[in-house]
């Protein structure tokens, strides 16, 4: 079994996301999507998320492409998820193009094109305008 890991806030889960999750899960037989913690968007992202941690698993696992969803508390974790979740391939997309190449002794890196013109961040401001 080929198993594919990817890391992720997905708040306001949109489909540029699952474009992304489908994709991860078509290079391999089983996904698991490391999801950031609300502590960890927040101190270490400084990103404030819409929804907590526990509403975007339950998203997520209601996802087909999804087969296990676990926390990513630090950056630094990936070196031992990669050993610990025993990932064949490690997938992001490719605004983080380059960032993880230190996990190629461990796995294969995928970086895929990102779905343009969608974000959290552009949902949040269009949304924003709205009375
Ligand atoms: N993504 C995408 N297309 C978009 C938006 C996002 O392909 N229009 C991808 C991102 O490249 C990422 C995944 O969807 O691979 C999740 O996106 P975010 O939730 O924004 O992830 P991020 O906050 O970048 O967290 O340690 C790594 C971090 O946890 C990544």
């Known amino acids: 079994m080929k198993r594919v890991i990817t890391y992720g806030t997905y708040d306001l889960l949109h489909y540029g996301h699952i474009n992304l999750l489908r994709r991860a899960r078509e290079l391999g037989d089983y996904l698991i999507v490391v999801l950031s913690t609300d502590e960890f968007n927040w101190n270490m992202k400084g990103k404030k998320c819409y929804f907590s941690y526990e509403k975007r698993k339950q998203m997520l696992e209601a ?8 926390p990513e508390e630090n950056w630094e974790q990936k070196n031992t998820d990669v050993v610990k979740y025993q990932a ?3 997938v992001m997309g490719d605004d983080w193009k380059g960032k993880f190449d230190f996990l190629k002794d461990k796995c ?3 970086y895929l094109p990102r779905t343009p013109e969608i974000s959290t961040t552009e949902i ?3 949304l ?3 009375k």
Do not use: P
């Open 128 to 130: 924003g305008g709205l």
């Open 124 to 126: 949040k401001a269009s």
């Open 88 to 90: 064949d391939v490690f």
């Open 63 to 70: 996802i087909r492409y999804v087969d296990l969803v676990v």
């Open 108 to 110: 294969e890196v995928v």
